[in-house]
Nanobody, 123 residues
Framework: QVQLMESGGGSVQAGGSLRLSCKDT????????MGWFRQAPGKAREGVAL????????LYSGAAKGRFTISRDKAKNTMYLQMNSLSPEDTAMYYC????????????????WGQGTQVSVSS
């Protein structure tokens, strides 16, 4: 049974940093793909960063590129999102997703989702 659990969200001031974690707490699935998505109030959920293993490839949205870094520690069944230079526009619920395939930014192909962790950035 796959269960993804996000953590690390919180409230920070603009310019600050946070590191989000996503752990598969129920299984040792070797997902080929994992990703971070976010949903701001009143907006649609959007992709932030994707990581493909064993392709050793990462993708970032325009908003994330240069500020966020996605990584995985397979030994810990955990994925991370290091977020630097945060701005109020980054305020959103952040979700992790996982797949045994290679989906892209479209959300429907991702098989597994976490419950989300809230990130709030004040100016």
């Amino acid at each position: 049974q796959v269960q993804l659990m996000e953590s690390g969200g919180g409230s920070v001031q603009a310019g600050g940093s946070l590191r989000l974690s996503c752990k598969d707490t129920e299984s040792a699935s070797s997902f080929y793909s994992m990703g971070w998505f976010r949903q701001a109030p009143g907006k649609a959920r959007e992709g932030v960063a994707l990581i493909y293993d064993p392709l050793d490839m990462t993708l970032y949205s325009g908003a994330a590129k240069g500020r966020f870094t996605i990584s995985r520690d397979k030994a810990k069944n955990t994925m991370y999102l290091q977020m630097n230079s945060l701005s109020p526009e980054d305020t959103a619920m952040y979700y992790c997703a996982a797949s045994l395939r290679f989906p892209g930014w479209a959300q429907s192909p991702w098989e597994y989702w976490g419950q989300g962790t809230q990130v709030s950035v004040s100016s």
